[in-house]
């Protein structure tokens, strides 16, 4: 079965740009949820979606947005970038519901290199 | 996928000694508690996770231990390889059923062959 992926790899932009990062998930998982890594901030959620519905989000502001797809397929959208906003950016996606009380491991995908110059 | 954080902690063992990483973790409602290992050019890999009722988990070649005491975690891994080297990161679910984990800061393992 195919993992986690997420395009593009690398991506390079300017301040005040917007950008469009993808992600497709492990065939039949449900949820998507994006993460932001940085050296100083570490990983940090950003939101999940599940059926097309944003169904948890971060702190994050409204300049990060997403969106899922009825196959599943998710985007992530920051517009006005920022130069604190070049991160690697993660994708991650599970079935979308806990089994027995258990949670819903999440499986990632390699990530969005994004520098912001 | 890379590993980010040029600052990480670092842990340096020699190849087949035991290994333990640990962390500590605010959240006292945590349901689940999670060990990821991100290697360098990867995102992260689920590698266990332990309920907050219990306080050991053993998998392959992996314990985790849980001290709700104190809030700390800790990971053992058995006899650890050149290619256990990578960040290892704990997190936590906050809630059963939420997807929206909460990651610690990490820890670099470096094995020395």
């Known amino acids: 079965k195919a993992g986690v992926t997420q395009t593009p790899r690398y991506l390079i932009k300017t301040r005040g740009q917007q950008v469009t990062l993808s992600c497709s998930p492990i065939s039949g998982h449900r949820s998507v949820s994006w993460y932001q890594q940085t050296p100083g901030q570490g990983l940090q959620f950003l939101f999940e979606y599940f059926s097309e519905t944003q169904r948890n989000k971060g702190n994050f502001p409204g300049r990060f947005s997403g969106r899922q797809f009825s196959n599943s397929r998710s985007e992530m959208n920051v517009s006005t970038l920022e130069l604190g906003d070049s991160a690697l950016y993660l994708c991650?996606?599970?079935?979308?519901?806990?089994?027995?009380?258990?949670?819903?491991?999440?499986?990632f995908g390699p990530g969005t290199r994004l520098t912001v110059l | 996928g890379e590993s980010v954080g040029l600052h990480l902690p670092t842990l340096s063992v020699q190849e087949g000694d035991n290994s333990i990483i640990n962390c500590a973790y605010s959240n006292s409602a945590s349901d689940y508690f999670i060990w990821y290992k991100q290697e360098s050019g990867k995102g992260p890999q689920f590698i266990i996770d332990?309920?907050?009722?219990?306080d050991k988990r053993q998998g392959q070649r992996v314990t985790v231990l849980l001290n709700k005491t104190v809030k700390h975690l800790s990971l053992q891994i058995a006899a650890t390889q050149p290619g256990d080297s990578a960040v290892y990161f704990c997190a936590e679910t906050g809630h059963t059923g939420r997807r929206a984990l909460t990651f610690g800061s990490g820890t670099r393992l470096q094995v020395q062959p």
């Open positions: 991650a996606s599970s079935l979308g519901r806990n089994q027995g009380g258990r949670p819903d491991t999440q499986y």
């Open positions: 332990i309920r907050s009722n219990m």
